[in-house]
């Protein structure tokens, strides 16, 4: 099973751009040497909501997909040769404002719901002001 590890997050304000990190390991070697084909993705959850899908990859980036909410606005990418994953956010607005969360499976279609078997990062906050 991987760990993930998000960074990134801040505050800024509407219109401004933030991109979020997220550097997968693994406790055991055969962990880490597989973390890199592990499907990723972010998930936010604003105060008072429920957590909510913003977008995912596949292990070999070939597919994404997203939020309509974000889409057009936030991009998703990867580096496996870094095995980190990155979440460039555009435009923001003030209803962007959420901790963001990482998520790694090796289950792409779990990535969509936050269900199943995956794993999860700590959380960092992205502020938004108007």
Do not use: H
């Not at 993930?4 to 962990?31: I, K, M, N, P, Y």
Request: hydrophobic share 30%.
């Amino acid at each position: 099973q991987v760990q993930v590890v998000e960074s990134g997050g801040g505050q800024v304000e509407a219109g401004d751009s933030l991109r979020l990190s997220c550097l997968a390991s693994g406790r055991t070697s055969r962990d880490f040497a597989t973390a890199n084909t592990y499907a990723m993705g972010w998930f936010r959850q604003a105060p008072g909501k429920e957590r909510e899908f913003v977008a995912r990859i596949t292990w070999s980036g070939g597919s994404t997909s997203y939020a309509d909410s974000v889409k057009g606005r936030f991009t998703i990418s990867r580096d496996n040769a870094k095995n980190t994953a990155y979440l460039q956010m555009d435009s923001l607005k003030p209803e962007d404002t959420a901790v963001y969360y990482c998520a790694a499976s090796s289950d792409y279609s779990n990535l969509r719901t936050g269900t199943g078997l995956v794993s999860w990062g700590q959380g960092t906050q992205v502020t938004v002001s108007s």
